[in-house]
Nanobody, 123 residues
């Protein structure tokens, strides 16, 4: 499975940005998708997750209420709508896919990864 994220960008604090992740290849093997982020000097951290077919969603406490994850199964695409952005949201954002259920927040349980896209929030 190949994952390609859209280009991130620079946004002012309080602004919004939407990321997309297009999946190709053996997408029938994908059970769920997630968005992770990694700030400079920090470990990669879970932001949001969604099951591919059922549409159940999961969020990290730091983004709940501000970020929304969704998917368009017909387009094999997952989205991350980010609102009320804060400077601490600045990070490289990665799209990831997993072939089985389990802990949504553990990067090690994801089988497929995108190349990452930079999101910078200015104060």
């Amino acid at each position: 499975v190949q994952l390609v994220e859209s280009v991130g960008g620079l946004v002012q604090a309080g602004g919004s940005l939407i990321l997309s992740c297009a999946a190709s290849g053996r997408t029938f093997s994908v059970y769920a998708m997630g968005w992770f982020r990694q700030a400079p000097g920090k470990e990669r951290a879970f932001a949001a997750g969604i099951t591919w077919n059922g549409g159940s969603t999961y969020y990290a406490a730091s983004v709940k209420g501000r970020f929304t994850i969704s998917r368009d199964s017909a387009k094999n695409t997952v989205y991350l709508q980010m609102n009320s952005l804060k400077p601490e949201d600045t990070a490289v954002y990665y799209c990831a896919g997993r072939a089985s259920s389990g802990s949504y927040s553990r990067p090690a349980e994801y089988n497929y990864w995108g190349q990452g896209t930079q999101v910078t929030v200015s104060s």
